[in-house]
T-cell receptor, first 116, second 108 residues
Framework: SQTIHQWPATLVQPVGSPLSLECTVE??????LYWYRQAAGRGLQLLFY??????ISSEVPQNLSASRPQDRQFILSSKKLLLSDSGFYLC???????????????FGDGTRLSIL | AQRVTQPEKLLSVFKGAPVELKCNYS??????LFWYVQYSRQRLQLLLR??SRESIKGFTADLNKGETSFHLKKPFAQEEDSAMYYC??????????FGSGTKLNVKP
């Protein structure tokens, strides 16, 4: 069966420090991969998605970047964190079937990021 | 532009009462809609999708294109239904837009 792992679970970082959050998926190949941010009292905001290695689409201009060095690995990064980067970050995957939608997403446990 | 609105941040009902969590969407194309649920200390998970026309844990949701709604309903709420519920719109095959969520609290 497919599983998704996301780490770390919590992270406290000072302003201006770099960031690297990692997400890996097992038990499937060629998944669509997603990074979301959930700010307090708000919904999930799609930050990045990827349909293949090295293919990253950014939905919201921001201080963050994403990379997909391997088929089932998705990394969220920042060179210099801002206070506004605090939040709850979720990684998700969905099956990639060309031309077909209605494929649900499967979420990781999330990372709670606090910027001091 | 696509958008999903969940007007209620919090919905409190008594056990056994009917419950309806509202979701309205805005999308020029053919919508693909989902309901996700997050129970306490658990991952966000799929509850149901409109295309399946299924009932999961007693919940149903009907897509009403005229009213652009996808409300989630259950005739008799249970305490274990207490959770955070998100309505989501899938568009352009790969993208998802989530509502801000409704916290359902079912009181004994």
């Amino acid at each position: 069966s497919q599983t998704i792992h996301q780490w770390p679970a919590t992270l406290v970082q000072p302003v201006g420090s770099p960031l690297s959050l990692e997400c890996t998926v097992e038990g499937t190949s060629n998944p669509n991969l997603y990074w979301y941010r959930q700010a307090a009292g708000r919904g999930l905001q799609l930050l990045f998605y990827s349909v293949g290695i090295g293919q990253i689409s950014s939905e919201v201009p921001q201080n963050l970047s994403a990379s997909r060095p391997q088929d089932r690995q998705f990394i969220l990064s920042s060179k210099k964190l801002l206070l506004s980067d605090s939040g709850f970050y979720l990684c998700a995957w969905s099956p990639r079937r060309r031309g077909r939608s209605n494929q649900p997403q499967h979420f990781g446990d999330g990372t709670r990021l606090s910027i001091l | 532009a696509q958008r999903v609105t969940q007007p209620e941040k919090l919905l409190s009902v008594f056990k056994g009462a009917p419950v309806e969590l509202k979701c309205n969407y805005s999308y020029s194309g053919s919508p693909e809609l989902f309901w996700y649920v997050q129970y306490s200390r658990q991952r966000l998970q799929l509850l149901l999708r409109h295309i399946s026309r299924e009932s999961i844990k007693g919940f149903t949701a009907d897509l009403n294109k005229g009213e652009t709604s996808f409300h989630l309903k259950k005739p008799f709420a249970q305490e274990e239904d207490s959770a955070m519920y998100y309505c989501a719109l899938q568009y352009n095959f790969n993208k998802f837009y989530f509502g801000s969520g409704t916290k359902l609290n079912v009181k004994p």
